[in-house]
């Protein structure tokens, strides 16, 4: 088989105004970058009746994925395939991962979006607007200390670092003087939380206003706005909130934009790229970052609650290599159907299929699957596109008819502790939470300044539990919580758990070593 880049040289792409118009769109609410990149004008939408939503999870990962974007893509193909308009909504990728371990985030084989190259560098500039924006607001905090202070902010007591979309180890601690701070992944930023939660440009503006710099000798909480820094902040960001248009391999449209990690980040695309994908097409899927104890939780407790979206069919992602890596006994994938559950949503289970899978192993997973009363699906979307995920897309159809009642894991109202101990006993299966003394006083004090805030837990996406080589779904366990973080503008407390980092570092071999341009000045190496 052809590689994802010879595969992806070898489409045809559409003009990117002709794949606005199969769906209906207006090329004048388009905003042009180069012939196969568009902005859309989300504010001519209005009234339009919204399509079905589907969310695409998985079980715990394996260091190399599996395939979620993929599935996405292939499913959306599909679904057109069978003459429905469906429409991809996924995250845009960060330029670490793609130039450290884990590559681009296109998709795979012949379910990809396009132009990869394009999509995953700079693509449309988002990530530079969101960085920009951000330390800008950290900037202002610096000069505003450097010219007298009037704000009276304790440089000990700062709580808005740095951002910058790249893997560097080095920047997680920096010594600015008079006082320390640090960088963290663009992805983690609040500012990207926000714009992928933000319903339009007065809501961005709002958040941005909460977002927490600081407290003063007097334990005042000083905000953006008392630095007059959001005015600027929303000028940088004001193109970078409006969702992209771009198509698959197949030439059916796609909208990616906005990219928070699941592991460190809430883990789903924007608001507006979702709802507008809804009023574009019957089907809109999208996908939540890593495993459902991470993306698929804080899609359903997060996104859900704040947009008042809610999904109607479920797709697990599974595959034999994962099941195997957590011990060939299926409890792992036992314990994500388990979390999925508490929503009431339907849940269709879907191999992503791989060369050396064995029909007798399929075959058995098969007939476990639909023994704990699921349906099961085999997907060969990798190798075939569209054609290898019809009788998956049938299914979704099949079951987003079906009646039911979407719940919330935890009521809005619950302490921020029994939030916390909800997740951990519901999703991850464990027994309990472990404070560090200084995350157990910020707990106490947000109990107070927050108490109805939505709970980000930042945990490894290699196990239920907050150390990645436990594998499989154990028991009896507990997660340390090491530090909280308050996002006021996006609206939730961010908890550290385990070793987590919000600064990834390369690894020993990094991806860039590999990426280059080629005599014709075309990219090599990026996959």
Do not use: W
Not at 100 to 107: F, H, L, Q, R
Request: with cysteine.
């Amino acid at each position: 088989m052809k590689s994802d880049l010879e595969i992806a040289k070898g489409v045809k792409l559409k003009e990117i105004g002709e794949v606005a118009e199969s769906m209906g769109l207006d090329k004048a609410l388009l905003s042009y970058y180069g012939p196969y990149k568009a902005k859309i004008d989300v504010n001519k939408l209005e009234g339009k009746p919204s399509g079905k939503l589907v969310l695409i999870s998985a079980i715990s990962p394996t260091p190399s994925g599996e395939g979620k974007t993929t599935m996405n893509i292939g499913l959306s193909m599909a679904l057109n395939k069978l003459g429905y308009t469906s429409i991809s909504a996924l995250r845009e990728p960060s330029l670490g991962p793609c130039f450290g371990m884990k590559g681009g985030a296109t998709g795979g084989g012949h379910a990809q979006v396009l132009p990869m190259e394009d999509i995953n560098l700079h693509f449309t500039g988002d990530f530079h607007a969101i960085t920009t924006a951000h330390n800008l607001l950290a900037a202002m905090i610096d000069n505003h200390i450097f010219h007298g202070n009037a704000l009276n902010l304790d440089p000990d007591r700062i709580v808005f670092n740095r951002v910058m979309d790249m893997n560097d180890r080095a920047l997680r601690s920096i010594d600015l003087g008079y006082r320390m701070s640090r960088f963290d992944i663009t992805v983690t930023s609040e500012i990207m939380a926000i714009l992928c939660l933000s319903e339009d440009i007065q809501d961005l503006r709002k958040r941005l206003e909460k977002i927490v710099v600081g407290y003063t000798y007097d334990d005042e909480i000083i905000y953006a706005k008392d630095l007059k820094a959001v005015g600027s902040m929303v000028v940088l960001l004001k193109e970078a909130m409006k969702p992209n248009l771009v198509q698959t391999s197949e030439n059916t449209p796609a909208i990616i934009h906005g990219g928070p990690f699941a592991n460190i980040a809430h883990g789903c695309n924007s608001v507006i790229a979702t709802k507008t994908a809804l009023k574009l097409a019957e089907y809109t899927v999208t996908e939540a970052g890593f495993g459902s104890d991470l993306g698929a939780e804080k899609f359903m407790n997060i996104k859900c609650r704040q947009s008042k979206l809610a999904p109607d069919v479920v797709v697990l992602v599974v595959t034999l290599r994962a099941l195997n890596y957590h011990g060939d006994h299926y409890e792992n994938m036992v314990g994500h159907l388990n979390h999925l559950n508490h929503y009431g949503v339907p849940i269709v289970v879907a191999l992503n299929q791989f060369p050396e899978d064995t029909p007798e192993d399929i075959e058995r997973l098969k007939n476990y699957v639909e023994g704990l009363g699921y349906v099961f699906e085999v997907s060969q979307i990798h190798a075939n596109g569209s054609e290898g995920g019809l009788d998956l897309a049938k299914t979704v159809v099949k079951l987003s008819h079906h009646k039911h009642n979407f719940n919330y894991l935890y009521n809005h109202k619950m302490s921020l502790h029994d939030k916390i101990e909800t997740l951990v006993k519901k999703v991850y299966g464990g027994q309990g939470v472990v404070y560090s003394e200084a995350a157990l006083k910020q707990l106490e004090s947000y109990e107070t300044l927050y108490p109805n805030f939505e709970v980000c837990m930042a945990k490894t996406q290699y196990s239920f539990t907050d150390n990645p080589k436990i594998l499989g779904a154990p028991d009896h366990f507990n997660i340390h919580i090491q530090e909280l973080r308050v996002s006021n503008g996006a609206g939730f407390i961010v908890c550290l758990s385990g070793k987590i980092l919000t600064m990834p570092g390369l690894p020993k071999k990094p991806a860039a070593e590999k990426i280059d341009l080629d005599e014709n000045q075309e990219v090599i190496g990026l996959y």
